[in-house]
């Protein structure tokens, strides 16, 4: 991954002996003048944080965007992290309004110029689902290797409505708490457990109709 937030092998090196700092450690190091904490924490998050947005966004390119975006922002607003609060609920937060603004800039993008993309709407389609569910590390042709029933669960996922799908991917993907989950999404706690109840059942639903 490329970007002015991705750090030299020398910058992680100099805090080699602080890798075992919590993230809220390394953030008030980076906050004091530390930029070496900085890139460590890009570091930390770079395989996980990225996950996420290709899940969410189902694009690789815009997820690539998106993770240098949040990172711009997390560094533009440092000063109003709240102390006792935990890092990683925060810098999703970020995150995902960074990727609600790139879903809404595409969907845009895609009215925009949808006459002339009718005939590529298949291929794109297609396209979107391998680019979910290639890892961080694969090599291009890895998705070859992928099985049905692991395209099948991705698909579903994929035809859940946004505000289902961000508690799901949360919840599921990478086990945040209801608590935690009301903090990234800012919506009340009742909320996330009655939506991540409807994406449970819709989910269920679309896979019983792959099945048939």
């Given at each position: 991954?490329?970007?002015?937030?991705?750090?030299?092998?020398?910058?992680?090196?100099?805090?080699?002996?602080?890798?075992?700092?919590?993230?809220?450690?390394?953030?008030?190091?980076?906050?004091?003048?530390?930029?070496?904490?900085?890139?460590?924490?890009?570091?930390?998050?770079?395989?996980?944080?990225?996950?996420?947005?290709?899940?969410?966004?189902?694009?690789?390119?815009?997820?690539?965007?998106?993770?240098?975006?949040?990172?711009?922002?997390?560094?533009?607003?440092?000063d109003?992290?709240?102390?006792?609060?935990?890092?990683?609920?925060?810098?999703?937060?970020?995150a995902?309004?960074?990727?609600?603004?790139?879903?809404?800039?595409?969907?845009?993008?895609?009215?925009?110029?949808?006459?002339?993309?009718?005939?590529?709407?298949a291929?794109?389609?297609?396209?979107?689902?391998?680019?979910?569910?290639?890892g961080?590390?694969?090599?291009?042709?890895?998705?070859?290797?992928?099985?049905?029933?692991?395209?099948?669960?991705r698909?579903?996922?994929?035809?859940?409505?946004?505000?289902?799908?961000?508690v799901?991917?949360?919840?599921?993907?990478?086990?945040?708490?209801?608590?935690?989950?009301?903090?990234?999404?800012?919506?009340?706690?009742?909320?996330?457990?009655?939506?991540?109840?409807?994406?449970?059942?819709?989910?269920?639903?679309?896979?019983?109709?792959?099945?048939?």
């Amino acid at each position: 991954m490329n970007g002015p937030f991705v750090e030299s092998a020398g910058s992680v090196g100099q805090l080699s002996n602080t890798a075992e700092r919590s993230d809220e450690e390394l953030f008030r190091l980076f906050r004091m003048g530390n930029a070496s904490a900085f890139d460590l924490l890009v570091h930390r998050y770079e395989g996980e944080l990225f996950g996420y947005l290709n899940r969410y966004l189902r694009s690789r390119e815009l997820a690539e965007d998106t993770f240098q975006n949040t990172f711009m922002a997390v560094y533009q607003k440092a000063d109003n992290f709240e102390e006792g609060k935990k890092f990683r609920p925060w810098l999703y937060a970020i995150a995902t309004n960074q990727a609600i603004d790139a879903s809404r800039k595409r969907k845009r993008r895609v009215a925009i110029s949808l006459e002339g993309e009718t005939n590529n709407g298949a291929n794109n389609k297609v396209g979107s689902i391998k680019d979910s569910l290639e890892g961080r590390d694969q090599k291009p042709d890895s998705f070859a290797m992928l099985d049905e029933k692991k395209l099948r669960v991705r698909q579903a996922i994929d035809m859940l409505p946004e505000n289902l799908r961000q508690v799901l991917l949360l919840a599921y993907f990478h086990e945040f708490k209801y608590q935690e989950i009301s903090e990234v999404l800012d919506i009340p706690l009742g909320t996330v457990k009655s939506r991540l109840h409807a994406a449970m059942e819709k989910f269920q639903q679309s896979w019983k109709e792959m099945q048939e």
